[in-house]
C-alpha cells in the first residue's frame, strides 16, 4: 500500500510545494494538494503537512486566520483520529492557534527576521518523526521566520519538559524562543510544530549548500513508521 501524504495550502503558503517536493523524493509517491477551503481530507492520509509561509499575509496573528480555515475542522478530527500532522513554520504557528499545540508563536527576540541553517538537539526520540535519530544528537536545518519565538507560561513548559514533548531545541539560541525549544510534540506524540525547515534539508550532506540531509531523515523516520504500522 502507497504511503499517502497530504500538504495543504493556504492564501500566502509559500512552502508548499518544496514540501510536496521533499515528500514525493523521499517517498517515490506524490504528495497530494489540499485547498485550504475545501472541506473534507482524502481518505485514508498516513501523514498531514501544514507547510511555512505567510497564510493570509500574517494579518491578525500568525496562522490565527488559517486556523479558521474550512480544511483546519477535518485537519484536527485526522489529529484526533491519530493521523500524524507536521506543521512546519507558518504550519506550527496554525497549530498552535488551533489549538493542537499548545503555547504561542511571538515575534523574534530583536524584531529581527532569522535566515540561517541552525544547529538542534534532539530531545525526542519517541515519536513518528523523531524515531529515527539518536538522543541528544545534534543536526542542523535551515529556519527562515520572523515569529518564531515560542512561548508558553512556566506551568506549560514544565509540563513540556516533563513528559518529554519538547522535540528539538536550539542549540545556539536563535529568536528568543522559551527554553530555546524549536519544535513540540502533542500528547500522543503524533502532532509535531517546529520552526525550522526540514523540506530544506533533504540533499546529501556534501552538499552542503543546499542544507545537507538532516531534514530528510526526519521525512524517513515517518516513512519507517508507516512502514511498521
Known sequence: MAFRAAVITFPGSNCDRDMASALEAVSGTAAIRVWHADADLPERLDLIALPGGFSYGDYLRS????????????????????VPVLGVCNGFQVLTEARLLPGALLRNAGQRFVCRTVALKVENTASPFTAGYAPGEAIRIPVAHHDGNYYADAETLDMLEGEGRVAFRYLEGCNGSARDIAGVLSANGRVLGMMPHPERAIEPAAHASLGGADGRRLFENILASFAAA
Open 63 to 82: 496562522g490565527a486566520m488559517a486556523a479558521t480555515s474550512p480544511i483546519m475542522r477535518a485537519v484536527i478530527a485526522a489529529a484526533e483520529r491519530g
